[in-house]
């Protein structure tokens, strides 16, 4: 079995937190965005005689003068939060890569750029690869299994390494040979990832060193192997998948839930010491949380996860986020989709906010599911 990103039963189980606060993401996208507000407040406010009366008399023959005063005054209300929000997102973007500017992307070509991706034969993995491969980027593909799919195979940008990222020596012996034929890697993905249905009390010794050795250790290895080069020529970009899970721990669920926040704290760390340590800000970092995603994994299960309410992303959306992001040379955290960043509000909330919302979810967990085995 590859490397997976995601599993059904944990994903479903997520989506059930998230539910609760799928309200707030629609306030996101509408009433808090400026893009909607502000064209309605031009019409209402500053649009020519001739536009604005015709409409305003409309509304007139349907709402009081005063409702229509107070509608006009949430707007600008609206529209203020919303550019506040948008500068807060700027300012995000701007922190993460150290107040820089500047993109380091006029310091990339990239038909003689190298990205090593694990987890590359299938899910993400594998849409990453074949997207960058098309940029002439040269593509250090990783995984367990015998080969890659043939599409892949037959792109002669990608190099396929069978590795177990879960072993030091292996990483290292990988990464000489690598480095011997195709030189030093500017580009590192740590995208494998597995997960087990099981809970605390009936998870397995051996489960519970494949979760944390595939999702938090081997980015250490990884790292360890080619951010060195990195630091040194101060030029580099380090992509870390990490999930929606970052932020809440589900039922079920905890084990990939705590290497899901290791590795979100995992970024954050290699950007302090990238700065702090080796004095090297201009090499690049990104974190990146998606939500529940299509794979073929999942595809016969797809109606009965829409039919339960459950919002499932294409994989394209995730990958061609990350590819857009490593082809900017900036830095940034990523939710996918973006709206969904009332989750990770749920880390910074008091508790007395947050577990009226996970008892609400909790209720509606299906519990015949949880820890049946741990894989």
Known sequence: MRYQSEHLRNSIRTNFIYRPIKMANLITRTVLNPLVTAPLLLLFT???????????????QHVSTDT????????????????????HNSMNELAQNNFRLRSEKHRYYWPKEIAVITGAAGGFGSLMAKDLATKGIAIIAIDITEDLPKDMQNDPRIHYYRCDITSKDAVDSMAQDVKEKYGDPSILINNAGVAFNHTITNASASSLQKIFGVNILSHYYMCQAFLPAMLQQKKGHVVTIASMASF?????????????????????GLQSEARVVHNAPEVKFTVVHPNFAATGMVAPYADQLKKAGMSILRPEVVSDAVVKQILSGRGR????????????????????????????AER???KDTLGQGSG
């Open 364 to 366: 509606n967990m299906p």
């Open 68 to 87: 229509i005063t107070k509608a006009i005054t949430a707007l600008r209300w609206l529209t203020g939060l919303g550019l506040a929000r948008w500068l």
């Open 333 to 360: 955290q990523i939710l996918v989709p973006e709206n969904e960043m009332a989750v990770s509000l749920l880390r910074a909330l008091p508790f007395w906010l947050t577990q009226p919302i996970m008892r609400i």
């Open 46 to 60: 500053q649009a020519p005689e001739q536009v604005r009366e015709p409409i305003l008399d409309q509304l007139r």
């Open 248 to 268: 809440v721990t589900p039922a079920g669920m905890v084990s990939y839930s705590n290497t899901k926040s290791a590795a979100l704290s995992f970024h954050e």
